[in-house]
């Protein structure tokens, strides 16, 4: 098993890159597959996500090029509409593939992602927009999903939840449909927008990503109204986040390159109740962690622009050696304090009542064997490996290397003793 050693207590120096979004390429990959045209994606993170989403879209039968950096998909031979079993399960994101197959192929046939390390994870806004569009679809036993649709028909659509999959799903099946197609309560992330940047990069007519409701004017699957894209992909404001929250915890001095400041706002706030200045220029931010924690007294997570349930775990971890006791409400997801079990084991004080969490701050954190049980909670105990007295290890580091790009090289980089070992 994977793991990653830190020695910790060295303060965070220097600069680091951050990478594209994970969150933003992977729609906006499974996206590419509607043009049957080439689309060339910058800026496109190498993580295990994009290469198992670049997997099913070779199963698909398109044909995909990536060197680390960009990807360059070729969607003209795309000759199949079945995501096997094996790669859906693979990943929950894979989900983001029934719009853009259904609306291509008409028909797919798909597992149902099931639940997951948060908790039950639900595809029902998902699968009744689709079918609000016009897609007959047999949610078959086992867990399997199969949808068809000849023709889709735009049409309004109000969501129950602002879910971000299903905003994305609706947005690009839409695109092929016939006649407008409105989201109302729409999921308003930076990734929301960037995909609709995209879409409209290749011929698409959306307006609205951002403001909770979107348009789209459908092309009615016109083969011609479509074409080749390049564009490249905004960066990942929770990797920017994690990153704020590591110079932050151990009192250090880093400077985030390639950061759009606007898009993690709810986090700098946060920190800056704890006494973490910031200084903002172009692209970049530097962040200044203080000698001594302030508490921050109560987050709650939200849909964007609230402060976003990925980077919940970092900051429960942050307040654990704060100077106070602060309180964490978990409103995204049902079950996301996983890493608190972890953190108790290096000595932090947190107890957990359902969705609240309250953590009192201790003096300091000391270093165990811990276990990263999903992505951010895994940062998030690397966060605090950081800052404990110690020797930290996290086990398990594949959940951390779905989402953060060489994190052990980068936090190396400014200064911290980490290293993976395989
Ligand atoms: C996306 C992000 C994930 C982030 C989450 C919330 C990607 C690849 N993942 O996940 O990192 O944590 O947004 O910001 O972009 N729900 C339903 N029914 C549905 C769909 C969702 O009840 O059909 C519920 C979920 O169980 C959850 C909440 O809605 O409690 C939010 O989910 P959603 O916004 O859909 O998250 P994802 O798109 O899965």
């Known amino acids: 098993m994977c793991k990653y050693i830190i020695d910790g207590g060295k303060r965070l120096n220097g600069e680091i890159e951050i990478e594209g979004s994970k969150n933003a390429i992977l729609p906006i990959l499974a996206a590419a597959i509607i043009n049957r045209d080439v689309s060339v994606i910058h800026n496109c993170p190498a993580l295990r996500d994009v290469l198992l989403m670049i997997e099913i879209m070779r199963e698909l039968g398109c044909k995909v090029d990536f060197d680390g950096e960009t990807a360059v998909i070729d969607s003209s031979c795309m000759n199949s509409y079945e995501i096997s079993r094996k790669n859906a399960l693979e990943m929950r994101s894979s989900i983001i593939f029934l719009g853009p197959v259904l609306s291509r192929m008409g028909k797919i046939t798909i597992s149902h992602p099931g639940g997951c390390e948060l908790g039950p994870r639900p595809v029902d806004l998902h699968l009744k927009a689709l079918r609000m569009l016009g897609a007959e679809i047999y949610d078959i036993c086992n867990g399997l999903i199969y949808a068809k649709a000849d023709n889709l028909k735009g049409c309004e659509i109000q969501l129950d939840y602002p879910s971000v999959g299903a905003t994305e799903n609706i947005m690009i099946a839409a695109v092929l449909s016939e006649g407008e197609t409105v989201i109302r309560n729409a999921a308003k992330e930076p990734e929301i927008v960037d995909l609709q940047n995209f879409l409209n990069a290749m011929g698409a007519e959306i307006k609205g990503a951002g403001s909770g409701i979107i348009y789209i004017n459908g092309n ?78 109560i987050i709650r997570t939200l849909p964007y622009p609230g402060f976003p349930t990925d980077m919940q775990a970092q900051l429960v971890s942050v307040m654990s050696v704060a100077d106070g006791t602060g309180i964490m409400i978990e409103t995204v997801f049902e079950s996301r304090y996983k890493h608190v079990d972890e953190l108790v084991k290096m000595g932090a004080n947190i107890k957990v009542d359902g969705r609240i969490a309250v953590i009192r701050g201790v003096k300091a954190l000391k270093g165990a064997d811990v276990t990263a049980r999903d992505l951010r909670g895994g940062a998030a105990l690397i966060v605090a490996g950081l800052k404990a007295e110690g020797c930290t290890i996290v086990n398990d580091s594949k959940h951390i290397e779905r989402g953060y790009v060489n994190i052990e090289k980068k936090l190396a980089s400014v200064g911290a003793n980490i290293v993976k070992m395989q």
């Open 220 to 297: 009615g699957r016109d083969k011609n109204s479509l074409h080749d894209v390049e564009y490249t992909v905004i960066p990942d404001r929770i990797v920017a986040g994690t990153y704020m929250a590591a110079a932050a915890i151990t009192g250090g001095d880093v400077v985030l390159k390639n950061v759009i400041t606007d898009h993690i706002a709810p986090v700098i706030s946060a920190l800056k109740e704890s006494g973490t200045q910031f200084f903002t220029y172009d692209d970049s931010i530097r962040v200044k962690g203080p000698e001594k924690l302030a508490a921050i007294e």
